[in-house]
Every structure is written in C-alpha cells, then in structure tokens.
C-alpha cells in the first residue's frame, strides 16, 4: 500500500511538472508576422475593398469562390457551424491559425493589440482581460484548448470587463456576431489558441 501511494504521487507531481513546463513555454499566441501567410491577409484585404463595411459578406464571397459555390450555399454552411464546438484545431491547421490571425489583425487588434497583449491602440490603457499571454488565458488554452464556449459567446454577444479602469469607466467590446461569419469568429479564436510552442519551422520559412 506505502509503494503503491508513493507512486501515485510520483506520478501525480510529474503530471503537474510537465503541466507547469508547457505553460512556461506557452506564452501566448503566435505572433501575426510570423502566423500570418502574406498571401492570405492580401485576399482578405482585396475581399474587404470588394464589400466595403461588410466583413461578413467580405469572408463569405471569399470562400464561396474558393470552393466554387454560390454564396447562398456558403452563408448555409456558415450558419450551420457550431456555436460550442470550434471545427478547427490550432496545433494541426497553421493554415486555419494563418486565416484567423487575418481576422484577427483586420478586427480585434486596435483592442487586443498587435501581439494579443491587451495593449491595443483604442484602450484607454492596458487590459488584462484583454491580454492572451496571461496566465488564465495560456491555461485556459493549453489544457482545454481555449474555453471556446466562452470566447465564441463573448465575441459574438460583445463583453464589458470586469476590472475598472483608472478612472473607474470600464472598456467594452462590441458584439460581433452581426459583422463577422461564425467561421470568422472560430478562426479567430484559432489563432488565439495557437502558441508560440507550436509553431513549425516550414510555417515560419513560408512566412519570411
């Protein structure tokens, strides 16, 4: 019984050494110079020109061409994505991380910052809630794969932080779900469940 316990501590402390060892390495998401495809964010920015204050139009145009159907049947297969379930997995798909750190740059990076740091342009001043590279938010996305529930609902539904600014305002984040596809919104969150760990050698070479 004493050996059969030591090793179950044993084995319960070298589950949470390698626990703390991933989110030490884990500091975030990528970086958009390095997760970004040039080719995918200049399709994007054609897409936007194309369909000027219309994100969601903007996307779905840009997909119905890539798969060849109407965009009829791409707003039909938009909406028939889950709201609880991201279809997409960060750490296999750099291509979904690449589109989602597009999105990303064109929509949330005046908030969330350039580097998902919560130090955006158009805060008053720095936001922890808003900051991927925080504790909660690395655990979050290392073992539950970025609480996605969560992160689709506030995006789509729009949020209000829980910590005051200096001043005692509080910032808050628009709703999206009316200017951005639901895929928009997954890839997205893609990208901020992709970590800096994780990138490949041949999606940086591609990149650079």
Known sequence: MYRY???VVALVVGSLTITCL?????SGPQPLA??????????????????????AQAFLAMRAEELGIAADE?????????????????????????????????????????????RGTR??????????HDFSHRFASTLHHGAP???????????????????????????FGDTLAREQVWLVITYLQSLDADLRDDATAENE
Request: charge should be negative; aromatic fraction near 8%.
């Open 34 to 55: 390095r997760a970004i495809v040039a080719s995918d964010e200049l399709a994007y920015t054609q897409a936007l020109a194309d369909h000027k204050d219309d994100p």
């Open 149 to 175: 529930r969560a992160w689709f609902k506030k995006i789509t539904g729009g949020y209000t932080s829980e910590t005051p600014n200096s001043d005692g305002t509080f910032s808050e984040m628009p709703p």
């Open 22 to 26: 991933a989110l030490v390495a884990c």
């Open 74 to 118: 791409a707003l039909t297969r938009d909406q028939a994505l889950s709201t609880t379930k991201n279809p997409f997995i960060a750490r296999k798909d750099p291509v979904a991380v690449s589109h989602g750190a597009v999105v990303y740059k064109q929509h949330c990076a005046d908030c969330h910052g350039q580097d998902a740091d919560g």
């Open 123 to 132: 805060l008053p001043e720095p936001l922890v809630e808003a900051d991927f």
């Open 5 to 7: 316990s030591i090793r």
